[in-house]
Each structure stands twice: as structure tokens, then as C-alpha cells.
């Protein structure tokens, strides 16, 4: 049995998940001590968004609806996947 369980930190029925976070904190904090990194992450996408613009909007459209990409191999209707996967 893990300790956590003997000094009542953990239960059964608690959330094995309440301690983790999605990680934008994380990446925010890299990012702010890697600028070059940042730029080059903000170019390449620009880059990316001038050779391909009509996939560029439709992700744009996507993330600004809370749309997540869905997994390799796609499903659901044609044409309705952003990601192209």
C-alpha cells in the first residue's frame, strides 16, 4: 500500500488528478525565460500561416471554440478535421 494512503493524503474515492494542471503555466514561465525560442515557435507559425492560409483559419476557428485535435486517423464528417488527420 502506497504511505499516502496510511496518512490519509489519498483515499479510494479522491481524484488521482487534483494535483496536476494542464501545464500552460509551465510552458508560459519557459517561454518567458526562452525568448529566442519563442520567436522562432511565433515565426514559424506566421510561416505557416502565409503558405497555408485556409488551414491556418480553420485551426484559429477551432481553438477559438475550445475544438481539440482529435486522434490520428480523424473520423466524423470530410473535410471537418483542421488538423487533416
Same mark, same amino acid.
Given at each position: 500500500? %502506497?504511505?499516502?494512503?496510511?496518512?490519509?493524503?489519498?483515499?479510494?474515492?479522491?481524484?488521482?488528478?487534483?494535483?496536476?494542471?494542464?501545464?500552460?503555466?509551465?510552458?508560459?514561465?519557459?517561454?518567458?525565460?526562452?525568448?529566442?525560442?519563442?520567436?522562432? +515557435?511565433?515565426?514559424?507559425?506566421?510561416?505557416?500561416?502565409?503558405? %497555408?492560409?485556409?488551414?491556418?483559419? +480553420?485551426?484559429?476557428?477551432?481553438?477559438?471554440?475550445?475544438?481539440?485535435?482529435?486522434?490520428?486517423?480523424?473520423?466524423?464528417?470530410?473535410?471537418?478535421?483542421?488538423?487533416? +488527420?
Amino acid at each position: 500500500m %502506497h504511505p499516502a494512503f496510511k496518512t490519509g493524503e489519498l483515499n479510494a474515492k479522491g481524484d488521482p488528478y487534483g494535483g496536476y494542471s494542464g501545464g500552460e503555466a509551465v510552458m508560459l514561465d519557459y517561454l518567458k525565460r526562452n525568448p529566442a525560442l519563442a520567436n522562432k +515557435a511565433a515565426g514559424a507559425a506566421v510561416a505557416f500561416a502565409k503558405s %497555408h492560409p485556409e488551414q491556418a483559419m +480553420a485551426m484559429a476557428g477551432a481553438v477559438s471554440t475550445g475544438a481539440t485535435a482529435p486522434a490520428a486517423g480523424g473520423g466524423g464528417a470530410a473535410g471537418a478535421n483542421p488538423w487533416g +488527420a
